[in-house]
């Protein structure tokens, strides 16, 4: 179970990246007051939270509503994270985990920033979303495990918080560069973990014995 959790916790640090959230969220509120923040950071973290819950423990059924096999999902979503890992290691920016320039543009004009783009597709992005999915599958409704999955969840997204709240104090102690080398080693770590759900993924699929 703790190696479970370790590897949820991980990838969700990964998946989410709370300390490039902080960031963000300083850039997005610097007119805003402390009590002002302090709301945006909590709905922001209240509406990720639910919707990575959501697709946690109703994305299976879900697939299977939609016809489409845990391996499919196993293979996609390992596609999907090591598009992310290699984005990470190569520090470019995607619209998987980032925000696109039209996006940026449209964040700028908002008021309340807590639900676009700091919930979606900052915090609750697509490869949070598809790394809760995968991860409460290979759980295999397994009690401890699914309860260590959801810890870790509820674990990075406290970090998360957290650093919202801290964000300007994040920006100088880690800068730039710190930022950057933290982002890397998860990078590294998150495209092992993408390659074994492709081995799994495929494996499952049946292709190979056949």
Same mark, same amino acid.
């Given at each position: /179970?703790?190696?479970?959790?370790?590897?949820? %916790?991980?990838? %969700?640090?990964?998946?989410? $990246?709370?300390?490039?959230?902080?960031?963000?969220?300083?850039?997005?509120?610097?007119?805003? +007051?402390?009590?002002?923040? !302090?709301?945006?950071?909590?709905?922001?973290? *209240?509406?990720? +939270?639910?919707? &990575? !819950?959501?697709?946690?423990?109703? =994305?299976?059924? &879900?697939?299977?509503? &939609? =016809?489409?096999?845990?391996?499919? /999902?196993?293979?996609?979503?390992?596609?999907?994270?090591?598009?992310?890992?290699?984005?990470?290691?190569?520090?470019?920016?995607?619209?998987?985990?980032?925000?696109?320039?039209?996006?940026? #543009?449209?964040?700028?004009? +908002?008021?309340?920033?807590?639900?676009?783009?700091?919930?979606?597709?900052?915090?609750?992005?697509?490869?949070?979303?598809?790394?809760?999915? &995968?991860?409460?599958?290979?759980?295999? $409704?397994?009690?401890? #495990?699914? =309860?260590?999955?959801?810890?870790?969840?509820?674990?990075?997204?406290?970090?998360? %918080?957290?650093?919202?709240?801290?964000?300007?104090?994040?920006? #100088?102690?880690? $800068?730039?560069?710190?930022?950057?080398? *933290?982002?890397?080693?998860?990078?590294?770590? !998150?495209?092992?973990?993408?390659?074994?759900?492709?081995?799994?993924?495929?494996?499952? +699929? =049946?292709?190979?014995?056949?």
């Amino acid at each position: /179970m703790l190696d479970h959790a370790i590897i949820a %916790f991980a990838t %969700f640090f990964a998946t989410i $990246g709370p300390p490039d959230v902080a960031v963000v969220f300083a850039a997005l509120t610097l007119r805003n +007051s402390a009590r002002e923040r !302090l709301g945006l950071a909590i709905r922001a973290i *209240l509406v990720a +939270s639910a919707i &990575l !819950l959501f697709f946690a423990f109703l =994305g299976k059924p &879900l697939l299977t509503y &939609l =016809g489409i096999s845990l391996a499919a /999902m196993r293979t996609a979503g390992g596609v999907l994270l090591l598009l992310i890992a290699i984005d990470m290691v190569f520090a470019r920016q995607s619209g998987a985990t980032s925000m696109t320039q039209p996006e940026e #543009r449209e964040a700028a004009g +908002s008021a309340d920033i807590s639900v676009f783009p700091m919930a979606t597709p900052l915090i609750a992005g697509p490869g949070a979303i598809g790394a809760a999915i &995968l991860l409460m599958a290979q759980a295999q $409704g397994d009690a401890s #495990r699914t =309860g260590a999955v959801v810890a870790a969840l509820l674990a990075v997204l406290a970090v998360t %918080f957290v650093l919202m709240l801290a964000a300007a104090q994040v920006q #100088r102690v880690l $800068g730039v560069t710190g930022v950057e080398v *933290l982002t890397r080693v998860l990078g590294v770590l !998150l495209a092992a973990l993408a390659v074994q759900f492709l081995f799994d993924g495929i494996a499952n +699929s =049946g292709l190979l014995s056949s």
